[in-house]
């Protein structure tokens, strides 16, 4: 089964605040990992991945960062918009795969 | 808009019957992936398609097929459907075999079993 699994299934953020999403993995050879966003009524659409080969990775608003030491990976999202209010998943694929697997969402509310 | 196109976007049908959900990946895109998602299980990977042929199964009960056509668009068929089954079923594509994370997903189609 899947190896990554995410810290607390809700977050509530203020708006402008930002956001820390926190997802740990159990397998050493994990080494590609993926985030997604899902809002409501909506297929999850693709934010950011990062290979084990970079501890970071920056988009627009958006910073993952990956620990391999503890196996831990997060999403930062900078200057919470209601428009952030989503579930978020990390996945991940394991060397060899092909298969996308993913850990159980985080419910992110941003209050305005 | 991801691109993919699923139908039916929602389906109720009862306990026993066979039901076939249609996806047509974006343009270009040769993979197609089903995912299933329930309240308790979270986003499960079925199967992988790969330009008709099959690349990866995942936890796909032996009641559910699917396949992949020529024209790349591809069905998954659920039979001896049973009240467990209702869930969202999602189609992804992506234009590689699968060492991509970057998958585009449907809508989704809501099969509700009674």
Not at chain 1, 7 to 18: K, Y
Not at chain 1, 31 to 56: A, C, H, L, T
Not at chain 2, 62 to 82: C, G, I, K, V, Y
């Amino acid at each position: 089964g899947e190896s990554v699994g995410l810290h607390l299934p809700t977050l509530s953020v203020q708006e402008g605040d930002n956001s820390i999403i926190n997802c740990a993995y159990s397998n050493s050879a994990s080494d590609y990992f993926i985030w997604y966003k899902q809002e409501s009524g909506k297929g999850p659409q693709f934010i950011i991945d990062i290979r084990s080969n970079m501890d970071k990775r920056q988009g627009q608003r958006v910073t993952v960062l990956l620990n391999k030491t503890v196996k831990h990976l997060s999403l930062q999202i900078a200057a919470t918009q209601p428009g952030d209010s989503a579930v978020y998943f990390c996945a991940e694929i394991l060397p060899g795969d092909y298969k996308l697997s993913f850990g159980a969402g985080t419910t992110v509310t941003v209050r305005a | 808009d991801s691109g993919v196109t699923q139908t039916p976007k929602h389906l109720i049908t009862a306990t026993g019957q066979r039901v076939t959900l249609r996806c047509s990946p974006r343009s270009g895109d040769l993979s197609v992936y089903w995912y299933q998602q329930s309240l308790d299980q979270g986003l499960q990977f079925l199967i992988q398609y790969y330009n008709g042929e099959e690349r990866a199964k995942g936890n796909i009960l032996e009641r559910f097929s699917a396949q992949q056509f020529p024209d790349l668009h591809s069905e998954l068929n659920l039979s001896s459907l049973e009240l467990g089954d209702s869930a969202l079923y999602f189609c992804a594509s992506s234009v590689g075999n699968g060492n991509t994370g970057e998958l585009f997903f449907g809508e989704g189609s809501r099969l509700t079993v009674l």
